[in-house]
C-alpha cells in the first residue's frame, strides 16, 4: 500500500508540473517571433562602460569603475580588479540576447522572481546609466526572467549568463598574492621553513649567494617567479588583523622577496596551514591576511638544491672554445680554429695538444656534444673515497669551468671547482664521453695507401 500511495503522489507531483508549464509557461510565448534574438542594450559596446555597479545573489554590492585601461574596485573596498571577471561582465552585457518575450505589460512581476530581483546591474555608457534585473528561471530552467528598471516589458535571457553576472566583491577584486614586472627581478631571497636561499641575477644568468656559490637553474627561478606573479588568493581571512600570530604570520613561516635594481618589489609572508589544503599569506605591503592553495605555498618554499643547475657544464656548443681534458695521465687539448678565408671561414675544431691533425672535427664536435648535454640527477655530499675518472676543463665566452668526474661505489659523481657538493650523474652520458676518448679508431683518421708506381706488378 505505501509503496503505492508514493507512485500516486510522484504522478501527481509530474501533472501538477505539466500544466504549470502547459498553462503558464506555454501562454507566456512571445506574440511576435522577431523578439527572438533581439539584443537588450541595442548598440552597446563592451569598451563603453565606464562604471558599473552589481548586486550579487549573495547580497554582495560592488561599484566599481573604469581607470584608464583597467578597472577599480570602489566600494565596499578600494582596490583594483580582476579585468577578467570585468570584462567578462561587459562582454555579455554588450552581447545579450532576448531568448522570449514573456509580457510587454505585466500586472505583477511576483510570478517572474522580479519583484525581488535575484540580481541587478547597473551600468553606465557614454553618460546614460542602465539597469538589468535578474530573477528566477522559468520551469524548464534554460532560461531566466528579466527586465530593464527603466521599461516595463519582462523577457527571458539565457540562464548560463547568470553566472558571469553574479559576481562577489571577492570574485571581482584583483587576487594576485603580489603584482610586479618579473622580468625585471634581479633579486630573490627565501628566507624560513626551506633555509635562507639568495639567487642573484647575473647577466642572463641566474647565481647562488646563499647557501652557497654557484650556478642556479634560471628555469626553476624562472618557475618561482610565475608562482609568486600568477598566485591568486583563495579568500581573505581578515582585512585588519588585530594580530598575526594566530596565522602563523608573527614570525612568518618563510618571506619571499624579490628585488629590482635594489628596490623590493614584491614580498610575500607564508604562514600556518588553514585546514588540509590551504595555507595563511600576507602580502608585506598590505595589511589583510588570506589564503592560498597549499601547493602555491609548497612551491614557494622548496630547499636550495631545487634550483641548483641540472646541466653539469655552463657551456654550450656555440660559444665553446676550447676543451682540456685529462683521463689518467693522458691529457689531450681541443680548440676551434678558423678554417678557409674571408666569408667562407667556418670554425672547425682541431687536437692541438699534442698536436694530431688525424683527428676527425665531427668526433671532437661529438665530445663538446656529450660534455655539453649532461644532466644531473641530484645533487648530494662530496663522495669520502672515490676514484678519479676524467677532468675536463673548458673555455668560453672569457670564462673557464674545471669539472672533475670521479666513481665511488658503483655511481658517477662529478665536481664543480668552486662549488660545494657533488652531482650524481648518468652513468650511461659518462661512458659515452669515455669511449670517444679511449677509441682511436673512432677518432684518428686511417693513413690513405700509397699508390703503386705506374706499370708496377703486385707486391709478392
Keep these: ?23 503558464v509557461e506555454m501562454k507566456r510565448e512571445p506574440a511576435d517571433d522577431e523578439a527572438k534574438g533581439e539584443k537588450v542594450f541595442s548598440a552597446l559596446q563592451a569598451d563603453q562602460i565606464a562604471a558599473l555597479t552589481l548586486t550579487a545573489s549573495n547580497g554582495d554590492v560592488t561599484t566599481l569603475k573604469k581607470v584608464g585601461e583597467g578597472w577599480a574596485i570602489e566600494s565596499p573596498v578600494a582596490t583594483p580588479a580582476d579585468a ?10 554588450a552581447t545579450l540576447d532576448m531568448t522570449r518575450v514573456i509580457d510587454e505589460q505585466p500586472t505583477s512581476l511576483d510570478a517572474f522572481g522580479l519583484d525581488t530581483p535575484r540580481l541587478r546591474i547597473t551600468f553606465t555608457a557614454q553618460g546614460k546609466p542602465r539597469t538589468l534585473l535578474l530573477g528566477t528561471k522559468t520551469a524548464t530552467g ?37 603584482s610586479f614586472d618579473r622580468e625585471a627581478i634581479d633579486h ?16 642572463d644568468e641566474w647565481q647562488f649567494v646563499q647557501p652557497q656559490l654557484g650556478r642556479a637553474d634560471g628555469s626553476e627561478v624562472g618557475a618561482l617567479l610565475t608562482r609568486l606573479s600568477s598566485g591568486q588568493m583563495q579568500a581573505i581571512v581578515a582585512d585588519q588583523p588585530a594580530t598575526l600570530d594566530v596565522y602563523g604570520l608573527q614570525p612568518a613561516r618563510t618571506t619571499v622577496t ?42 614557494l618554499q622548496r630547499p636550495a638544491a631545487a634550483y641548483r643547475a641540472k646541466d653539469l657544464f655552463a657551456f654550450r656548443m656555440f660559444n665553446v672554445s676550447r676543451l682540456v681534458v685529462m683521463r689518467g695521465d693522458v691529457s689531450r687539448t681541443f680548440e676551434k680554429k678558423k678554417a678557409g678565408a674571408g666569408k667562407d671561414a667556418v670554425d672547425t675544431w682541431t687536437q692541438t695538444a699534442p698536436a694530431d691533425a688525424g683527428v676527425k672535427a665531427a668526433t671532437i664536435d661529438d665530445l663538446a656534444s656529450r660534455l655539453s648535454s649532461i644532466r644531473v640527477d641530484a645533487w648530494v655530499d662530496a663522495p669520502k673515497a672515490s676514484t678519479p675518472v676524467l677532468d675536463v676543463v673548458a673555455s668560453f665566452d672569457g670564462r673557464e669551468e674545471r669539472v672533475s668526474i670521479v666513481q665511488a661505489g658503483g655511481d658517477m659523481f662529478a665536481q664543480r671547482a668552486g662549488e660545494p657538493g657533488a ?33 708496377a706488378g703486385p707486391t709478392p
Design 1 to 23: 500500500m505505501t509503496r503505492g500511495r508514493s507512485t500516486l503522489l510522484l504522478l501527481a507531483l509530474a501533472a501538477a508540473l505539466g500544466a504549470y508549464i502547459w498553462f
Design 84 to 93: 577578467s571577471e570585468v570584462s567578462g561582465v561587459t562582454s555579455n552585457l
Design 142 to 178: 534554460g532560461d531566466t526572467y528579466a527586465k530593464l528598471d527603466d521599461a516595463a516589458r519582462v523577457f527571458t535571457v539565457p540562464s548560463w549568463l547568470e553566472q558571469s553576472l553574479d559576481r562577489t566583491t571577492f570574485q571581482l577584486r584583483n587576487k594576485s598574492i603580489a
Design 188 to 203: 630573490l631571497a627565501v628566507i624560513g621553513t626551506p633555509g635562507t636561499i639568495e639567487l642573484k641575477k647575473d647577466g
Design 258 to 299: 624579490a628585488t629590482a635594481l635594489g628596490k623590493t618589489v614584491a614580498q610575500v609572508l607564508i604562514g600556518s596551514a588553514s585546514g588540509d589544503a590551504a595555507v595563511h599569506m600576507r602580502d608585506g605591503a598590505r595589511p589583510m591576511v588570506f589564503t592560498v592553495e597549499k601547493g602555491l605555498a609548497d612551491d
Design 423 to 455: 652531482a650524481r650523474l648518468p652513468a650511461p652520458a659518462v661512458s659515452e664521453v669515455l669511449s670517444l676518448l679511449e677509441a682511436p679508431a673512432a677518432t684518428t683518421a686511417a693513413p690513405a695507401p700509397t699508390p703503386a708506381p705506374a706499370g
